[in-house]
């Protein structure tokens, strides 16, 4: 079983709609992160967390949430999805400065 | 704040040539350096990473990377590719020394070897 996995993997949505990505890990890792990756913009930092209780903004964040519900659940909401939400989402999980372990991604098209 | 540049958005080259992927970075503090990698339809995964110690890492597919601190360079090269190594690079940095740590990724470049 992969120790990073995202649901869905893709979902079309309308514009205006409510949407929640989840994040779930089983490394055991206290630090997880939510990033978009645009084509000629790389991955650009919505949200991180670095335990339970500490959730920090990303260089992003404006018109997304996050909730930590436990060690290994981290979900991304999109509150009024738009059109230029369209994009390839990814979790990650770390164990300190190392190396970051990423999910499959979640292929996410605003109509 | 620190920044990641990586110039080439992709990088052509045939099979068994060597590559240099260019990676510039921009921080206040000393930093640690990333490469990353990103197969079609996958998530990204770790090449190399340089945290401290020699300025030369290598990775176990034959990918070497040099850290040159007055240069502020962390370029990702091969001396002969192969196919199976088309796939996007990302470079990525983090500082040291805070006690809240999160990567800044390049914009990546795409490696596209041909037969």
């Known amino acids: 079983d992969a120790d990073v996995t995202q649901t869905p993997r893709n979902r079309i949505t309308k514009t205006g709609k409510r949407i929640m990505l989840e994040c779930s890990q089983t490394k055991g890792h206290d630090r997880m992160y939510w990033y978009r990756q645009d084509p000629g913009l790389g991955l650009r930092l919505i949200y991180y967390s670095f335990d339970v209780k500490d959730i920090n903004k990303g260089e992003i964040s404006d018109g997304y949430s996050v909730s930590r519900q436990a060690q290994a659940k981290f979900s991304l909401s999109l509150e009024s999805a738009i059109p230029n939400q369209t994009a390839l989402y990814f979790c990650a999980t770390s164990e300190g400065i190392h190396e970051q372990y990423f999910g499959p991604g979640t292929r996410l098209t605003v109509t | 704040a620190q920044s990641v540049t990586q110039l080439d958005s992709q990088v052509p080259v045939f099979e068994e040539a060597p590559v240099e992927l260019r990676c510039n970075y921009s921080?206040?503090?000393?930093?640690?350096l990333f490469w990353y990698v990103q197969y079609p339809n996958q998530g990204l995964q770790l090449l190399l990473k340089?945290?401290?110690?020699?300025?030369l890492v290598e990775s176990i597919n034959g990918f070497e990377a040099e850290f040159n601190k007055s240069q502020t360079s962390f370029h990702l090269r091969k001396p002969s590719v192969h196919i199976s190594d088309t796939a996007e690079y990302f470079c990525a940095v983090s500082e040291r020394h805070t006690g809240r740590r999160a990567l800044t990724f390049g914009s990546g470049t795409r490696l596209q070897v041909q037969p």
């Open positions: 340089y945290l401290s110690g020699s300025t």
């Open positions: 921080s206040s503090v000393s930093v640690y």
